[in-house]
């Protein structure tokens, strides 16, 4: 029992370990520094120069996940494959204090390694959820995890953020190197962080040992294509990944396109920066409350009020005026945003068949990535035919709607049943309206 809790521990810290790099560089501190030093002399095309960058990881990393997740099931190298991608993200992060003033290209090449390395070495840490925790204790693992990585991201922006704001304080010439300096922070902090899961977790054994690449790759292969014919056999996990698709492209389409809508209806910066530091406050606490009480009243109650909760923040952001009304839906968004992403990652644990969690982790992550692009791409067209975003915001409700629908369609305990794991004491007979 203390070995399962050192475990649980050490596998927790990783979410406060890689948070750093969605925080500082995919969210607050990167976007700004591509446009203003990077992208120096691109002439209005820096955004769709970033956009280009942001195309290209997800894509990548989509294409990666599901093979080399069969390959680590096959090999019992999860571990292994999360170490690769942790130093790569990590080094990729440090190296990003070089970027220079018109070094664009650099500057893609390095996020789009350090996005790499952070979304395929996400697909292993998920998988290794079903080798810490029992199904019983998945929920809440799971919302303790995303709620240390609230934490955990918010601590070191925070301190990014008084470099950058206040550099002459800490003997930094300006705010540009202040930038520099804050990505090698998360490159170091992702690394210091990272060694607990590194030397305490432990990974169910290899189905095989495979000598050679191409062997590796053609295990993995073959079990990615058994995936794909396969899945029929999982009929109640299908119809849950298909709402996850739905609800997790409208969770996604919040999170990127919640700084240029407020930019659109005339937030300033500093404020869309404070939303931000106040959902990642608000986020920890809220996310560890909600894993208790999906510990306690099911995984699949709690997914629907936070799903809920986001068709009420759609719908008020449509209202939205002031920065203040910004820092109410961002409080708002820290009370569901981690419930609803760790609440998904336990019930989906249980429903995929044992010893092949980052096999169909890694599909998940290929499948709502590609479906992801669909939000934005509604809320553009939608800004586009009505000349304003908040009609464009309005319409990603229609993501959530149908997701919870889609969920109320899946039987809970069968798709355990199916996977051959126990659902927990809050399954329920059938359906998630009552598990």
């Not at 093979?67 to 942790?86: E, V």
């Not at 203040?324 to 945003?337: E, K, N, R, S, T």
Request: glycine residues 12%.
């Amino acid at each position: 029992m203390q070995d399962e809790r050192k475990s649980v521990r050490a596998w927790i810290m990783y979410d406060w370990a890689n948070s750093a790099f969605a925080t500082t560089i995919m969210a607050a501190v990167m976007p700004t520094f591509y446009g203003s030093v990077a992208a120096s002399g691109l002439e209005g095309r820096a955004s769709a120069y970033w956009g280009f960058t942001q195309t290209t990881a997800a894509v990548l990393v989509a294409v990666l996940s599901p093979l080399l997740g069969a390959i680590a099931d096959h090999t019992g190298s999860k571990k292994k494959f999360l170490r690769f991608f942790t130093w790569t993200g990590a080094l990729a992060s440090a190296a990003m204090l070089g970027i220079g003033e018109g070094d664009w290209l650099l500057a893609s090449i390095l996020v789009v390694i350090g996005m790499i390395g952070f979304g395929a070495g996400n697909t292993f840490y998920d998988a290794l959820l079903n080798d810490v925790a029992s199904p019983a204790r998945r929920e809440r693992v799971s919302a303790q995890g995303y709620a240390i990585g609230y934490l955990g991201g918010g601590v070191l922006l925070i301190v990014n953020l008084a470099f950058i704001l206040y550099p002459s304080a800490f003997g930094i010439p300006d705010q540009a190197m202040a930038s520099r300096i804050s990505f090698l922070t998360v490159g170091i902090w992702w690394i210091v962080f990272s060694l607990p899961l590194f030397r305490r977790v432990k990974e169910a054994p290899a189905e095989s040992v495979l000598g050679g690449a191409k062997e590796m790759f053609k295990a993995g292969a073959g079990r990615l294509r058994g995936t794909l014919l396969g899945i029929r056999r999982y009929p109640e996990l299908f119809k849950f990944m298909l709402a996850y698709w739905f609800f997790f492209d409208g969770i996604n389409t919040v999170i990127v396109m919640a700084t240029s809508y407020g930019t659109d209806i005339g937030i300033k910066q500093q404020s869309l920066i404070a939303a931000l530091l106040l959902t990642q406050i608000i986020g920890f606490p809220a996310t560890w409350l909600f894993g208790k009480l999906a510990d306690r009243l099911g995984g699949f109650k709690m997914l629907y009020v936070s799903l809920v909760g986001y068709i009420v923040i759609v719908v008020l952001g449509y209202f939205m005026e002031t920065a203040l009304h910004f820092y109410i839906l961002a409080v708002m968004v820290g009370l569901v945003q981690g419930g609803a992403q760790s609440t998904s990652r336990a019930i989906y644990s249980r429903m995929i068949p044992q010893g092949r969690t980052a096999e169909f982790n890694g599909f998940l992550s290929f499948s709502s990535r590609f479906f992801s692009l669909l939000g934005p791409l509604v809320f553009g067209i939608v800004g586009l035919a009505t000349g304003s975003s908040r009609p464009a915001l309005l319409a990603i409700a229609a993501f959530f709607v149908i997701g919870i629908a889609l969920l109320a369609l899946v039987n809970y305990k069968k798709g355990c049943e199916e996977a051959l794991t126990p659902c927990g004491p809050h399954a329920g007979p059938d359906s998630g309206f009552r598990a």
